[in-house]
């Protein structure tokens, strides 16, 4: 973003020096993302390289074309039940191929998608998510039928085309706009229930299909899929693979089936402790790594992988689209995220919601496109947390992290709990 998206005047409070110091830090780049809908760019791939393999797991494979045509099929059962945009569709599942599948037939109706591990969510946070969402369908594997009595469901295999070239598999009537929701996460934390976050095609676009989020995935690289299913980080894999022509490589359910999956893919999305349980040494294959997710950074952990690889240490909020800031680190650096990503901003805020001075602690808001639509069915506590942008000539909101954090010389930020300081 440019200095001139500034609104004007909201800066006066602080010097000159430090108003330069606000954008330069706080402001990422403005830039140009080649689609409006997540399924646009997967369909781009089905058109250009349709004999390229879209998705595989330990037994089975799927190409661009048979994966398009499979999911348009899906995708039409559901729009003939009356799946339109702003619905919300249940997708109870395990990883699988029949999964991705699931995933883009949702949003080919222009609908959101909420991903449920069947395997994994409980009938208490499963029975949640359906009914705190407003869906009035799931899409399910016929081996989680008896785990649902609340909506009517649809049996996934059962809507799957088996003849994937037929000309039966055809796409409903695309209706969906970069504004409508694409997903709803939900989310677990110290609260009773986990909170749904409503992510648009739009703020998942701004990720995974530019760089740094894209992570320079394209026709030829694979993929893992490794992190729980039901994760925001799952989203950053498995769309950032469709979306860009790579192969999206499945983890199964084992270690051994992941340790399989590390020795295979070229980028590997997943977070810190996950990455603790395996010597980069031993996976030369491995080009390029995102870490997010937890915090569980050391700098042993962080400097033994960037020998090896691209290594870049992310940090943020499923509320602001998975990741805010991503760092390419190199050996010896310290671990911190600093680079704000495009058509994003960082905001340190004092308690009135006002910039505090270069070097002063506050408040850490993110604004820009990132910024999610809110928390489904919790007004009260969406508009707690996201507020108007007030800097901004853009209409959109920031979201309030709660984190405490202050501006290092070199633009990087340092957080409270990482530099083990207090106000």
Not at 145 to 157: D, F, H, Q
Not at 327 to 335: A, D, E, I, T, Y
């Amino acid at each position: 973003m440019q200095a001139t998206n500034l609104r004007h005047g909201v800066l006066q409070a602080l010097s000159s020096s430090d108003q330069i110091l606000f954008s330069k830090f706080g402001l990422g780049t403005t830039i140009e993302f080649p689609f409006e809908c997540i399924h646009h760019a997967f369909e781009l791939h089905a058109r250009n390289q349709p004999n390229s393999i879209a998705v595989q797991d330990m037994d089975d494979k799927t190409t661009y074309a048979e994966l398009d045509h499979q999911a348009n099929s899906v995708a039409s059962h559901l729009r003939k039940l009356g799946v339109t945009p702003d619905s919300r569709v249940g997708l109870v599942v395990e990883r699988s191929i029949s999964m991705v599948i699931g995933i883009l037939a949702i949003l080919k109706t222009g609908a959101a998608y909420i991903p449920l591990d069947g395997n994994d969510t409980s009938n208490e946070s499963l029975n949640h998510a359906l009914q705190d969402s407003g869906s009035t369908i799931a899409l399910i594997q016929s081996r989680f039928a008896n785990r649902i009595t609340t909506v009517m469901t649809l049996i996934l295999e059962d809507s799957i085309c088996p003849h994937p070239s037929s000309v039966h598999c055809r796409k409903p009537q695309d209706l969906a706009a970069g504004e409508d929701s694409a997903c709803i996460i939900y989310a677990q934390d110290s609260s009773y229930r986990p909170k749904g976050i409503d992510l648009t095609h739009k703020n998942i676009v701004n990720l995974v299909c530019i760089s740094p989020g894209n992570l320079g995935m394209c026709q030829g690289l694979r993929v893992s899929q490794i992190t729980n299913i039901s994760s925001a980080l799952a989203v950053w894999e498995i769309l950032g693979s469709l979306c860009n022509g790579s192969t999206l490589v499945l983890g199964g359910t084992s270690i051994r089936e992941w340790n399989l999956v590390m020795k295979m893919v070229d980028i590997v999305i997943a977070t810190p402790t996950m990455l603790s349980l395996y010597n980069p040494a031993e996976h030369r294959n491995i080009k390029v790594v995102a870490a997010a997710g937890d915090r569980n950074y050391s700098q042993g952990l962080v400097n033994i992988w960037a020998r090896f690889v691209k290594f870049y240490t992310c940090r943020g909020h499923t509320e602001t689209t998975i990741v805010s800031t991503m760092q390419l680190h190199s050996p010896g650096r310290n671990v911190g995220p600093s680079k704000v990503i495009p058509n994003n901003s960082i905001y340190i805020l004092d308690e009135k919601r006002q910039p505090v001075e270069m070097g002063g602690a506050g408040i850490v808001w993110i604004g820009g496109v990132g910024v999610s639509r809110g928390y489904v069915n919790l007004s009260r506590l969406s508009s707690l947390k996201y507020r108007y942008d007030p800097f901004l000539n853009n209409g959109m909101s920031m979201f309030d992290t709660g984190e405490l954090a202050r501006w290092r010389p070199d633009g990087s930020l340092e957080y409270a709990d990482e530099g083990g300081w207090q106000v």
